[in-house]
């Protein structure tokens, strides 16, 4: 029997969350979240109807995203600038 279960998603940038959101954490847009009805297998899998196009990697906008610094100068520049508000960086020592 399929359950039915709400996902909220990005208009702007196709972001979901389980979560409703007032500010989008991918693409910081304002007021671009929508519910979206889903049906889930009796496996916990839920199926989307959305499906995801690659894009060129020229055609990404750049979004300025603030960074921290880490304090160490080499590892901000792999970092792109220093670390990510809400993102999973690991480092294996």
């Known amino acids: ?12 940038c196709g972001n979901e969350s389980s979560k409703w959101f007032g500010k ?4 910081n847009e304002w007021n671009t979240c929508y ?9 916990g899998k839920i199926s989307c109807k959305k499906k995801a196009a690659p894009v060129k990697l020229n055609d990404v906008k750049k979004q300025d ?16 600038g220093g670390l990510v508000k809400g993102s999973l960086t690991l480092l294996r020592w």
């Open 65 to 80: 995203i603030l960074r921290t610094k880490t304090g160490f100068d080499e590892l901000d520049r792999v970092l792109g």
């Open 24 to 27: 989008c954490p991918a693409c």
């Open 1 to 12: 029997m399929a359950k039915q279960s709400t996902v909220f998603v990005c208009s702007n």
């Open 35 to 43: 519910e979206e009805k889903v049906s889930s297998k009796s496996s």
